[in-house]
T-cell receptor, first 113, second 115 residues
Framework: GDSVTQMEGPVTLSEEAFLTINCTYT??????LFWYVQYPGEGLQLLLK?????DKGSNKGFEATYRKETTSFHLEKGSVQVSDSAVYFC????????????FGQGTRLTINP | GAGVSQTPSNKVTEKGKYVELRCDPI?????LYWYRQSLGQGPEFLIY????????DSGLPNDRFFAVRPEGSVSTLKIQRTERGDSAVYLC?????????????FGSGTRLTVV
């Protein structure tokens, strides 16, 4: 079945550092891909998405590009802030069973000032 | 309402007891989803409703778990004969239409602890 594998955390960086969180997936056909973020004490929020190959999703300085050839959707940000500290989840919505999201295990990110 | 509301936010119950978890979706959202998030893991799909009917319940782990949405709005997840392994955060999400490309709006979850 469909699955998502994320870079294991926790990840700790200094403010203004460059961030990459790796995400690869296994799915039939062309799934839609998402990054969700969970800030402390809050619910899951959609951060960005891409629905077809080579699409780039972006929001709040974060970007991720849908790479079909490497089945990847890595999350990047050029200069992180303390307020980016959160847990990040990569997810896909497959072609089959398209009403549900399949999540990775999450990556906890801590940014130190 | 403004967002997806889940009650209670925390529930502690004894092993073997029955529990009900409530989800109040965004008004007008026809699709409703339940997920379960164990500690250190990503959310796992349980069940999806389109209107009043359960369109996909393939994620329910066993017959102790059941969910209803009788009027196509509020949903209740019911767990019978709870076990310690049921301890997790139960998340509800809703969307205006099924499979909406923008994803779903999640509630803050109910943290269930079975002692």
């Amino acid at each position: 079945g469909d699955s998502v594998t994320q870079m294991e955390g926790p990840v700790t960086l200094s403010e203004e550092a460059f961030l990459t969180i790796n995400c690869t997936y296994t799915a039939t056909g062309y799934p839609s891909l998402f990054w969700y973020v969970q800030y402390p004490g809050e619910g899951l929020q959609l951060l960005l998405k891409a629905t077809k190959a080579d699409d780039k999703g972006s929001n709040k300085g974060f970007e991720a590009t849908y790479r079909k050839e490497t089945t990847s959707f890595h999350l990047e940000k050029g200069s992180v802030q303390v307020s980016d500290s959160a847990v990040y989840f990569c997810a896909l919505r497959g072609v089959q069973g398209a009403q549900k999201l399949v999540f990775g295990q999450g990556t906890r990110l801590t940014i130190n000032p | 309402g403004a967002g997806v509301s889940q009650t209670p936010s925390n529930k502690v119950t004894e092993k073997g007891k029955y529990v009900e978890l409530r989800c109040d979706p965004i008004s007008g959202h026809t699709a409703l989803y339940w997920y379960r998030q164990s500690l250190g893991q990503g959310p796992e799909f349980l069940i999806y409703f389109q209107g009043t009917g359960a369109a996909d319940d393939s994620g329910l782990p066993n017959d102790r778990f059941f969910a209803v949405r009788p009027e196509g709005s509020v949903s209740t997840l019911k767990i019978q004969r709870t076990e310690r392994g049921d301890s997790a955060v139960y998340l509800c999400a809703s969307s205006l239409e099924p499979g909406q490309a923008g994803g779903y709006t999640f509630g803050s979850g109910t943290r269930l602890t079975v002692v």
